[in-house]
């Protein structure tokens, strides 16, 4: 787990939701409003794209160093940029590799969907991964190929397990202000939100209403 890591409010992009904004605009938004790690996700990009949008959210990040960038599922770009971090899927290049490729200090985060997929990621050598996120909570437009809808309940269950194993864990899926308190009283160490920023007419005032929601909810390392 790399030190100074906050997952509360963990934003997801999606460059058409953002759309007539940039991404990059919506994000120094998000940020001013109490987001607190920004995953670059556009599986639309080609990788120049995908980079040249990585840089661009990047240097707007740049005032804020504690909030953290993580790519999406491109370890080349992740490299090229520098980022912090890289978030994976399930059939994206095994982590252990990964780990390997981005060094100790990157931090590296694992999608899980079932006690099967955590159990893979709990079996990793120490410090392999330092994060999963457990989805989808419930189901969502921005990911329909996601699989069953963990909800409340089994989303309690892989965070207490995440968390027992020594990795951080964040929701996603689904979540909105409406239910943001609920979900980080899983026992989660953050939420993660697309839709609910991204499509916002104002993300800054967006991103301060779920953290108002989460006031309280979330336990402290």
């Known amino acids: 787990m790399r030190a100074g890591f906050d997952p509360r409010l963990y934003l997801v992009t999606d460059t058409l939701l953002c759309a007539p904004r ?10 001013s409003g109490g987001v607190t790690a920004v995953q670059v996700r556009d599986k639309a990009a080609g990788r120049r794209d995908l980079l040249a949008l990585t840089r661009a959210v990047q240097e707007v990040l740049r005032p804020t160093p504690d909030v953290r960038l993580f790519v ?32 100790p200090d990157a931090l590296i985060g694992v999608s899980v969907g079932s006690a099967a997929e955590l159990d893979d990621v709990l079996a990793l050598p120490p410090g392999t991964a330092d994060l999963v996120g457990l989805s989808p909570v419930w189901s969502t437009p921005t ?19 995440a968390r027992a194993g020594g990795l951080l864990s964040v929701a996603i899926g689904g979540i909105s202000a409406a239910t943001a308190a609920a979900v980080a009283g899983t026992g989660v160490d953050g939420i993660c939100v697309v839709s609910d920023i991204c499509a916002a007419t104002d993300p800054a005032a967006a991103a301060r209403t779920l953290r108002a929601a989460m006031a309280g909810e979330l336990v402290a390392r």
Request: aromatic share 0%.
């Open 22 to 31: 940039s991404v990059p605009e919506v994000v120094a938004a998000a940020v």
């Open 72 to 103: 999406n599922d491109a370890v080349d770009v992740a490299l090229l940029t520098g980022a912090d971090g890289v978030h994976l899927g399930q059939d994206d290049l095994p982590a252990a590799d990964v780990r390997t490729l981005l060094g």
């Open 143 to 161: 990911k329909p190929d996601a699989g069953a809808a963990l909800e409340l309940p089994g989303t309690r269950a892989l965070a207490t397990r």
